[in-house]
Nanobody, 127 residues
Framework: QVQLVESGGGSVQAGGSLRLSCARS????????MGWFRQAPGKEREGVAF????????YYADSVKGRFTISQDNAKNTVSLQMNSLKPEYTAMYYC????????????????????WGQGTQVTVSS
């Protein structure tokens, strides 16, 4: 059974940084589109950043371009999200997600395309 275990998150002041990590375990399927969704209170869940473990350019939502960097460590089956210059509007629950196969081109992964979800980790940015 595939598991996605998240770490990181927490509370930080505006302008600060946080790093999220997501470790995948439980299967031998080789390549996934992995990344992060977030959901703020009263809002829909939205895609933030995704990367294909088989290689290629990552995807970033326009709202986080230049601030967030997604990376992977295939030896550890781990994907990380470095979040810099954080803003209060980034406050949300962040969910790791994995979908078998390549990431979509030119758009976010959709929730309906996700095969596995992490439990979520809270990110709170205060002004």
């Amino acid at each position: 059974q595939v598991q996605l275990v998240e770490s990181g998150g927490g509370s930080v002041q505006a302008g600060g940084s946080l790093r999220l990590s997501c470790a995948r375990s439980g299967d031998t399927y080789r390549n996934y589109c992995m990344g992060w969704f977030r959901q703020a209170p009263g809002k829909e869940r939205e895609g933030v950043a995704f990367i294909y473990t088989g290689g290629g350019a990552p995807y970033y939502a326009d709202s986080v371009k230049g601030r967030f960097t997604i990376s992977q460590d295939n030896a550890k089956n781990t994907v990380s999200l470095q979040m810099n210059s954080l803003k209060p509007e980034y406050t949300a629950m962040y969910y790791c997600a994995a979908a078998r196969g390549p990431c979509p081109r030119w758009r976010s992964l959709r929730q309906s395309e996700v095969n596995y979800w992490g439990q979520g980790t809270q990110v709170t940015v205060s002004s």
